[in-house]
């Protein structure tokens, strides 16, 4: 379910009216939902503030993580989402490739390093730091949504690369804050003197 057909539908009766009540029925939309929904079209949905809904999917949170499930309810910058639970990674990983390269070649993941950090970024800028033509990589990141364009360099007049929602759901971030930090990944000063 998009959040656009959610803004459009109307209950037929009262969530409380179903069995399980609220929780039940938000229970049954988000495992129907393809994306991540939001509080505010949930609440349209099933006729009760966005304020009881967020104080629902909190409550619904907290018990799924002392019941020890092997999902999780997470609120993304998107909205709200049923999510395999990091722990299970490996699990689900196998499960769902199975046998199949499901992986961002390195290349890939080296240009969505370099669109992360340094964005808005043109694909020459990507190309000029890795050193090679990136615009294979680029175009699979851009294809598995992980990035998009956000207008035109005002120099080079060259579309702008940045990440998208999608990738920081994938990241677990909720926002670009959340990335760690590269000063423990770089040389050391005299080391790049040397070089």
């Not at 939309?29 to 304020?51: F, I, K, T």
């Not at 990738?167 to 930090?181: N, Q, R, V, W, Y």
């Amino acid at each position: 379910m998009s959040n656009a057909a959610a803004s459009n539908t109307a209950p037929t009766q009262p969530a409380d009216d179903y069995e399980g009540g609220l929780r039940a029925c938000l229970e049954a939309v988000l495992m129907a939902a393809d994306e991540p929904q939001r509080e505010a079209d949930l609440a349209r949905v099933l006729g009760r503030s966005a304020a009881v809904i967020g104080e629902t999917l909190e409550l619904m949170r907290a018990d799924y993580d002392a019941e020890q499930r092997g999902f999780e309810l997470r609120r993304t910058t998107r909205g709200w989402q049923y999510a395999s639970r990091a722990a299970f990674e490996p699990v689900v990983a196998a499960f769902v490739t199975d046998g199949q390269t499901a992986r961002l070649s390195q290349a890939a993941m080296e240009a969505l390093a370099i669109i992360a950090y340094q964005q808005p970024v043109t694909r020459a800028q990507v190309a000029a730091i890795r050193g090679v033509n990136s615009d294979g990589v680029i175009r699979s990141l851009t294809v598995r949504g992980l990035v998009r364009e956000d207008g035109a360099d005002p120099e080079s007049r060259a579309a702008r690369l940045v990440t998208t929602e999608l990738f920081l759901d994938k990241m677990g971030l909720d926002s670009l804050a959340g990335l760690p930090e590269l000063a423990p990944f770089l040389p050391a000063a005299d080391t790049v003197a040397e070089l």
